[in-house]
Structure formats: C-alpha cells, structure tokens
C-alpha cells in the first residue's frame, strides 16, 4: 500500500489549494479515505473522510470551505480547500480506512498513512 500526497504550498488567506493523494497497491474504490492534519505542537486532527459509496463527513472547521472527493479511475483522493484561513496551516496526510463504509474520523480508524504535504496560509 502507498500513498503519496501532493499539492501542498504556500497560499494567502482567502486563497484556494488543492490537495492530490495518489493511491496504489489495494482496492482504491473499495476502502474508505480521509484526509487529516497536524500543526506543530498539536495532536493530528481528521479533516475530512470519504467512504467507498462516496459519502463525505468534514470537521465543522472546514465545513462549508474544505470540499474531499475521489476519482477511482485514477485512484486518487482530492482535497479541494477553499477560503484558506492561517489556522489551517499544517502538515496535511491522506489516509486509508480500515472499513469500506462509514465515516469514521478518528486516526485509528486509518491504517496506512502517505508521508504529508506541507500547507501554510499567511495572512
């Protein structure tokens, strides 16, 4: 299993970000995704999951801004991020669900993590 996230940068606040996760070695569409994030000094943090049915859940901070989809013909994972904000500053990791549905946010529900991309917003 690999995952391997890309998109990340540095973008002003009220800026847009899109975050790419390509998956490879098991059934894409058969498992659930997610996207976390961890800032320094503070516990990682789910942002957004996707399961195998296509149904999304988002932390209410990113709620309304944070948009997660997936495209399994590609195997990938999306994290379309809108209204950046400063505080969303932080490593960002896509990760695979230990079930196929559900909507889970916790990081032991995720078993195998892709290596982060770093997202910093300045205001």
């Known amino acids: 299993v690999q995952l391997v996230e890309s998109g990340g940068g540095s973008e002003q606040a009220g800026g847009s970000l899109r975050l790419s996760c390509a998956a490879s070695g098991y059934s894409f569409s058969s498992a659930s995704m997610g996207w976390f994030r961890q800032a320094p000094g503070k516990e990682r943090e789910g942002v957004a999951t996707i399961d195998s049915t296509g149904r999304t859940r988002y932390a209410d901070s990113v709620k309304g801004r944070f948009t997660v989809s997936r495209d399994n013909a590609k195997n990938t994972l999306y994290l379309y991020m809108d209204s950046l904000k400063p505080e969303d500053t932080a490593m960002y990791y896509c990760?695979?669900?230990?079930?196929?549905?559900?909507?889970?946010?916790?990081?032991?529900?995720?078993?195998?993590w892709g290596q982060g991309t770093q997202v910093t917003v300045s205001s």
């Open positions: 990760a695979r669900g230990r079930a196929s549905y559900g909507l889970a946010m916790g990081t032991g529900d995720f078993d195998y």
